[in-house]
């Protein structure tokens, strides 16, 4: 099986590839790379921040893996970032079950709109129950919502709201709603793995623990390969793609 795993940041990919023993380089196409291949059949990817830049390179690897007779399998959206407390404390593993854009729609006078609630395409993907369960079991992370942003959160009150809006959401990051968009594309099951650096709420770099959530990432995927291996790709079936809730 071969997974493609897509970071925002080398910083990042280089905490997965941590995990397994060391790789070699491999180019894409129109300077998108490049990709670290590791042993176990893993490309790790550094894809770039922000929902869009995270879309367009992890298809252009989609893409050239396809059209080289090497399809993946899995692809992963990975790294760290901002935990909703006290469910997702620092340091901790998250492993999203649905993988939600918050704020792709629009704002009315009666509250936010999704765009799944204005007719327009999906607002969240949701990963298979099987791969989550397993992973979650190995690697002692918790599972949940994980929210895809623009702007990341640096208020109380845009945390709040929030959570009002979803219940369930454990992280947040930017990367993981346009990484599934990439791989809903292309007909592949996606996951997403967040390692808790900081609180999500007023912004505080003196208690951020970035270098603690780089480790956990690395511990994460440390035991990644196992829980992968009781996967069955057939039960992909298991949960039809929908939105996490109705909205509004």
Not at 26 to 30: E, I, K, S, T
Not at 71 to 92: D, K, N
Not at 149 to 154: A, D, E, M, Q, R
Not at 230 to 234: C, M, T
């Given at each position: 099986?071969?997974v493609?795993?897509?970071t925002?940041v080398?910083?990042?990919?280089?905490?997965?590839a941590?995990a397994f023993?060391a790789?070699?380089e491999?180019?894409?196409?129109?300077g998108?790379?490049?990709?670290?291949r590791?042993p176990?059949?893993?490309?790790?990817?550094?894809a770039?921040?922000?929902?869009?830049?995270?879309?367009?390179t992890?298809?252009?690897?989609?893409?050239?893996?396809?059209?080289?007779?090497t399809?993946?399998?899995?692809?992963?959206?990975?790294?760290?970032?901002?935990?909703?407390?006290?469910?997702?404390?620092?340091?901790?593993l998250?492993?999203a079950d649905t993988?939600?854009?918050?704020d792709?729609?629009a704002?009315?006078?009666?509250?936010?709109?999704?765009v799944?609630?204005l007719?327009?395409?999906?607002?969240?993907?949701?990963a298979?129950?099987?791969?989550?369960?397993?992973?979650?079991a190995?690697?002692?992370?918790?599972?949940?919502?994980?929210?895809t942003?623009?702007?990341?959160?640096?208020t109380a009150a845009?945390?709040?709201?929030?959570?009002?809006?979803?219940?369930?959401?454990?992280a947040e990051?930017?990367?993981g709603?346009?990484?599934?968009?990439?791989?809903a594309?292309?007909?592949?099951?996606?996951?997403e793995?967040?390692?808790?650096?900081?609180?999500v709420?007023?912004r505080?770099?003196?208690?951020w623990?970035?270098?603690?959530?780089?480790?956990?990432l690395?511990?994460?995927?440390g035991?990644f390969?196992?829980?992968?291996e009781?996967?069955?790709?057939?039960d992909?079936a298991e949960?039809p793609?929908?939105?996490?809730?109705?909205?509004?």
């Open positions: 099986m071969r493609l795993v897509a925002a080398p910083a990042e990919r280089d905490a997965v941590r023993p790789g070699t491999a180019p894409l196409p129109g998108a790379g490049p990709l670290l590791v176990g059949g893993y490309d790790l990817l550094a770039g921040v922000g929902p869009a830049r995270a879309a367009a992890t298809a252009t690897a989609l893409t050239a893996a396809a059209l080289a007779g399809p993946y399998a899995l692809v992963v959206s990975a790294g760290i970032g901002g935990g909703f407390q006290p469910g997702a404390p620092l340091g901790s998250v492993v993988v939600t854009a918050a792709l729609g704002e009315t006078p009666d509250g936010f709109l999704p799944t609630a007719g327009f395409g999906t607002d969240s993907h949701r298979p129950d099987s791969l989550v369960r397993a992973v979650a190995a690697t002692g992370a918790r599972t949940g919502t994980v929210l942003v623009s702007t990341v959160t640096g845009r945390a709040a709201e929030l959570l009002a809006r979803h219940p369930r959401a454990l990051g930017m990367e709603f346009g990484v599934a968009e990439a791989a594309a292309h007909g592949v099951p996606v996951l793995i967040r390692a808790v650096s900081n609180p709420g007023p505080d770099r003196a208690a623990r970035i270098g603690d959530a780089l480790a956990a690395t511990g994460g995927f035991k390969a196992p829980a992968l009781s996967w069955n790709p057939h992909l949960r793609e929908q939105p996490e809730r109705p909205e509004h």
